[in-house]
Each structure stands twice: as C-alpha cells, then as structure tokens.
C-alpha cells in the first residue's frame, strides 16, 4: 500500500510541501487547504490507517485497489465525525468546503522537499 512516510528530522519547515498540495487540488497556494501540516517542522499526513472508514455512518470513506483511503464527496454528507476521529489529526475540515479532505499518497510533496522529509512509501 502506497503512503507517505516522513522523517522529521530532516525537516527544516520550508513549507514546498503544504504549498504544492493545496495547489494540486485546490489551485491555489493556502496553507491551510493543505493535506500536509507542516508546524515547527512536525508533519501531519494520513498514514492510510482507516481507522476513519469505521466511523463514517455513510461509508463514503473506503480504500481503494492501491490501499490507499479516499472520500467519496458525492455521498460525504460533511459531519466531518471522521476529522475528530482521526487518530494522526490528519482529516483536514477548511470552512470554504462542505466534506472533509485528506492525504491520498499522490507524492508532489515528496517530489519537491528539498530534504526528503517526505517520501513515498510502500506499507505491507
């Protein structure tokens, strides 16, 4: 299962990762429309647990043949129980949006950090 793996120790809090994620999918640079918190060089990323998927009453979250766990924004019904349940804090709500937002392991963060903080990962 693919997922990012991330070593902050080498993190020195530049913040090319959070940036190129809120540009990928939301087309524009905010910090805080990132799937990847960067806060005194701590990185918050989903680690594809699933833990999320068992509190969702109306199993929009699912993983998918890659392992990797997605919303589904058409039946998310944004009671955002899974952002409060998220045990690595990495469900990310922004008040622009009515569903919650996560990590899905695409890796253009882990192209750009200059320190390979963050890295794509196989997890058995």
Same mark, same amino acid.
């Given at each position: 299962?693919?997922? @990012?793996? +991330?070593?902050? !120790? @080498?993190? %020195?809090?530049?913040?090319?990762?959070?940036?190129?994620?809120?540009?990928?999918?939301?087309?524009?640079?905010?910090?805080?429309? $990132?799937?990847?918190?960067?806060?005194?060089?701590?990185?918050?990323?989903?680690?594809?647990?699933?833990? #999320? /998927?068992?509190?969702? $009453?109306?199993?929009?979250?699912? &993983?998918? +043949?890659?392992?990797?766990? &997605?919303?589904? +924004? +058409?039946?998310?019904?944004?009671?955002? /129980?899974?952002?409060?349940?998220?045990?690595?804090?990495? /469900? %990310?709500?922004?008040?622009? @949006? @009515?569903?919650?937002?996560? #990590?899905?392991?695409?890796?253009?963060?882990?192209?750009?950090?200059?320190?390979?903080?963050?890295?794509? !990962?196989?997890?058995?």
């Amino acid at each position: 299962m693919k997922h @990012l793996a +991330k070593n902050e !120790s @080498l993190c %020195i809090g530049c913040g090319e990762c959070e940036d190129v994620c809120s540009k990928t999918y939301f087309k524009e640079i905010n910090k805080e429309k $990132s799937s990847i918190q960067v806060n005194d060089k701590k990185i918050t990323v989903c680690s594809q647990c699933g833990e #999320c /998927m068992d509190v969702c $009453s109306v199993a929009a979250i699912s &993983r998918d +043949k890659n392992g990797v766990v &997605r919303i589904n +924004k +058409k039946i998310c019904v944004g009671c955002f /129980m899974c952002v409060g349940f998220c045990p690595e804090l990495a /469900m %990310i709500m922004h008040g622009d @949006l @009515l569903e919650p937002f996560k #990590c899905i392991a695409c890796g253009q963060c882990a192209k750009i950090c200059p320190t390979h903080a963050i890295v794509i !990962s196989e997890k058995a």
